[in-house]
């Protein structure tokens, strides 16, 4: 069945660097549009990132750009964020999402989500 499954989180002091990994399974990983999103305590959940593996095409919120890269390795279905200079703001628990229509970073398009990885900046 369609599964997402994030590894990598935990805790980092602030400036450094964390690699958090969506495992992908159960449907055409190679023509999904594949993002991060992250939700904070009493946030509502935001878009950080988000890749086209068919063309690699890649958008970023401007609170991950220059400091996130995406990246997917389509043989092994997998879908990888790596976070430098990462901020106390940047607390939340990950999530990875899929859908395989073309658009941006609305939550409300993905179809398929993960359970999410904590990630805590201190």
């Known amino acids: 069945h369609v599964q997402l499954v994030e590894s990598g989180g935990g805790s980092v002091q602030a400036g450094g660097s964390l690699r958090i990994s969506c495992l992908a399974s159960g449907f055409n990983f190679s023509n999904y549009r594949m993002a991060w999103f992250r939700q904070a305590p009493g946030k509502e959940r935001e878009g950080v990132a988000v890749?086209?593996?068919?063309?690699?095409?890649?958008l970023y919120a401007d609170s991950a750009k220059g400091r996130f890269t995406v990246s997917v390795d389509n043989a092994k279905k997998y879908f990888y964020m790596h976070m430098n200079s990462l901020k106390p703001e940047d607390t939340a628990m990950y999530y990875c999402?899929?859908?395989?229509?073309?658009?941006?970073?609305?939550?409300?398009?993905?179809?398929?989500w993960g359970q999410g990885t904590q990630v805590t900046v201190s």
């Open positions: 890749i086209y593996t068919g063309t690699c095409s890649i």
């Open positions: 999402a899929a859908d395989p229509s073309y658009g941006g970073l609305d939550r409300n398009e993905y179809k398929v």
